[in-house]
């Protein structure tokens, strides 16, 4: 694949372009040549070191490289009418999911995330059961030095460490606000009230509010002090 400006502007950030034709534009490179020259240099000095890595299951068709970016590779397809076409190979642009990954989707197939591929890709395939992980908690960050296959509970004390783990009113699947929260604990603390007449007052199901007063959800938000708690403080 060429490395003209097209592919350029679809690799580096929107930032990072925008940054590079700033310093060529200060320092009066303004020929549209010369500026292709700096951007080119620039690309290839950031991507020198690059590694690409068959993704299985889509070998020649698709690779994921060591900086977390896929790309199509250059090849011949059958179209519609039954003829071969061939089809220039191109760097892949992916988007950001609604939970911050990036995602791509490869020809047809269902949108995949990008880290899913890249570790596929330098790891081979994930173990039963285990997720990829992000070592220093950035989506973003989809090297594969930054990603390794571990468990479940792992992956949890990794959003823990690094904040990224959405609990509470944060995630979007929340009825409940913090406050209404510690209503319904202060509430299960005094006694007087059944799980279900909690639950009516606050338009939830009864299993909600036995969750909570058994502290399988909503464990972040602390208990009130009751009078008796009061003695031992």
């Not at 991507?47 to 020649?60: N, R, S, T």
């Not at 990603?147 to 004390?157: I, M, S």
Request: aromatic share 8%; glycine share 6%; charged share 30%.
């Amino acid at each position: 694949m060429g490395a003209g400006i097209h592919t350029i502007e679809a690799v580096l950030s929107e930032d990072t372009y925008r940054a590079l034709v700033f310093a060529a534009n200060r320092n009066r490179i303004t020929p549209k040549a010369e500026l292709r020259n700096i951007l080119e240099a620039r690309f290839s000095e950031v991507h020198a070191e690059e590694l690409w890595k068959p993704i299985p299951g889509k070998e020649g068709h698709y690779e994921a490289s060591s900086l977390g970016r896929i790309r199509s590779k250059d090849r011949s397809i059958k179209n519609k009418f039954g003829r071969m076409q061939y089809r220039q190979g191109t760097y892949l642009r992916p988007y950001k999911n609604n939970a911050g990954y990036l995602s791509i989707r490869l020809g047809r197939d269902d949108p995949t995330m990008v880290h899913t591929l890249v570790a596929l890709a330098f790891y081979g395939l994930r173990p039963e059961g285990m997720h990829v992980c992000h070592n220093d908690g950035d989506k973003e960050n989809n090297t594969p030095a930054n990603l390794r296959y571990d468990t479940p509970k792992n992956n949890q004390a990794d959003r823990f460490a690094h904040g990224t783990r959405l609990r509470g009113e944060s995630t979007h699947m929340a009825k409940l606000t913090e406050k209404e929260v510690t209503e319904i604990k202060k509430l299960l603390a005094e006694g007087g009230f059944r799980h279900q007449d909690i639950a009516a007052m606050y338009s939830v199901t009864r299993p909600t509010v036995t969750a909570i007063a058994a502290d399988r959800n909503w464990r972040h938000v602390p208990w009130p002090i009751t009078e008796d708690d009061s003695k031992y403080i």
